[in-house]
């Protein structure tokens, strides 16, 4: 076997490899998802793939925090009035 080609399989099975730890990481991480909302303690349902596809998830560092829809769009809301919300001024701003 040429090195050339030595080269190139162990590249391969590096890849092969980062790719194993990056989803083992990602198996890890899940097993770490809250139970519940942050904010609101809504129980968070692992089953439900309705769930898993409208809550969010943001992970910084170690820690795993857990949003329902209602409580990701309040804190998206936040973030966009201290952004300026995008361009618009939020006086007329209506409230529920
Ligand atoms: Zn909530």
Not at 17 to 33: G, N, V
Request: glycine letters at 6%; aromatic letters at 6%.
């Amino acid at each position: 076997m040429s090195i050339k080609k030595k080269i190139a399989r162990k590249k391969a099975i590096d890849k092969k490899k980062e790719a194993e730890k990056k989803l083992s990481s990602r198996l890890m991480m899940f097993d770490k998802i809250p139970e519940k909302c942050l904010a609101c303690e809504e129980i968070f349902d692992k089953k439900s793939k309705d769930m898993a596809m409208s809550w969010h998830v943001t992970v910084r560092e170690e820690s795993v925090r857990l949003f329902c829809p209602n409580c990701w769009q309040k804190a998206r809301d936040v973030i966009n009035e201290y952004h300026g919300g995008g361009g618009h001024n939020g006086e007329n701003s209506e409230r529920d």
